[in-house]
């Protein structure tokens, strides 16, 4: 059984990034809201994670917090963020902000909110280099230019004098994704990157995603909503409910063996080509809790089918249920006869 951390790295490579028991709380008038409970991450080298939950389950306040950039109300309660061995949550304002765009880079779901709309795109790139590359304007200018054509951008030079507002929202997407690895990170966090795109330019994101990571070998870190978005991509996920991580390994444990039946209830809700005319979708019942009070419990108990007494009173830990594979839920308890 493994309480609370689980590492789901599998192989003996560095650990890029560790998120050890980490707890990111709100704190509103009505009360403390633990967005993010007892959180532990593992991601090596030239790994693909992707974090998927319903929204509020807490995937994107964890890389806030990574980035340490939470709203004034948020704050990191305890824990850990060791990037590279070195403690994150022990870095000053100054330091974070040199990690920022040059060793983390973010990508946010909605582009409008993180490009500056009074600069042009050229400006919003030379600088971002200039700061964290020490370029020359020039040298910076060549540089934006030749990452808008590696992310794909029709006539790189003409769109460099563009504002944000006269691109269509799949290109914005692009000049975020430019941005966010111009300098070389070794870690690019997505933040649910397609979800304001429609179906053709969101496959288009992901091919380019999955062409620069194995062009760069650059780490990413794909935040979504949707498992069908993980499928193919990343080499282990995490599945969170409720500010935890309710499951995690990899994406063949989490496709093929999911042992959470929150994970089982995803799976059941994306929709499956092949399936299509056969399967009816199902929607998982219910709503997730309220996280100014959350229940004692297991948090997914009212939405469960095979909730129990024991799952009211006390919270499931992570048991261990293969190699790297972890899912936390009663119904992996060791003692449990095969038939419950
Ligand atoms: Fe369902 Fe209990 Fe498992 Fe929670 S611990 S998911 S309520 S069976």
């Known amino acids: ?50 974090i998927v ?69 050229g400006n919003q790139l030379t600088e971002m280099i200039v700061r964290h590359l020490g370029l020359g304007k020039k040298d910076a200018r060549d540089r934006a230019v030749e990452m808008l054509s590696t992310v794909m951008i029709p006539s790189p030079v003409q769109r460099m004098k563009q504002f944000p507002h006269e691109l269509s929202g799949g290109m914005r997407q692009r000049v975020m994704t430019a941005m966010a690895l111009c300098c070389h990170p070794d870690i690019l966090i997505a933040d649910e990157p397609t979800t304001a795109l429609d179906v ?28 069908g978005v993980v499928a193919g991509f990343c080499d282990k996920v995490c599945v969170m409910y409720a500010g935890r991580i309710v499951e995690s390994g990899s994406s063949a444990d989490i496709f093929y063996t999911p042992r959470h039946p929150y994970t089982k209830g995803l799976l059941k809700s994306v929709p499956n080509p092949k399936k299509m005319m056969k399967e009816r979708l199902v929607p998982i019942k219910g ?9 004692v419990g297991c948090a997914f108990a009212p939405r469960c089918d095979h909730a129990m ?13 293969g190699d790297g594979h972890g899912a936390g839920c009663f119904l992996n308890h060791p003692d449990l006869p095969a038939s419950a």
């Open 200 to 227: 053709t330019i969101q496959a288009q994101i992901i091919d380019l995603l999955k062409d620069l990571k194995s062009r760069t070998g650059t780490s990413v870190i794909l935040i979504t909503h949707d498992l």
């Open 309 to 321: 007494k024991i799952c009211i009173l006390r919270r499931p830990p992570l048991f261990e249920v």
């Open 1 to 50: 059984m493994n309480r609370g951390k689980i590492s789901v790295n599998q192989k003996n490579s560095v650990k890029l990034l560790e998120i050890s028991c980490l707890k990111t709380s709100f704190f509103t008038h009505l009360g403390e809201v633990k967005a993010v409970d007892d959180v532990s991450i593992c991601l090596d080298e030239s790994e693909t994670l992707g």
């Open 53 to 121: 939950g319903e929204s509020g389950s807490g995937k994107s306040v964890t890389m806030l917090s990574v980035m340490r950039l939470l709203s004034d109300n948020g704050r990191i309660v305890s824990g850990a963020i060791y990037f590279r061995g070195r403690d994150l949550t022990k870095f000053s304002e100054g330091e974070m902000e040199r990690l920022r765009g040059k060793q983390i880079g973010m990508i946010f779901q909605d582009p409008m909110t993180s490009l500056n709309p009074v600069f042009t795109i």
């Open 287 to 295: 709503v997730p809790p309220d996280l100014l009070k959350p229940p």
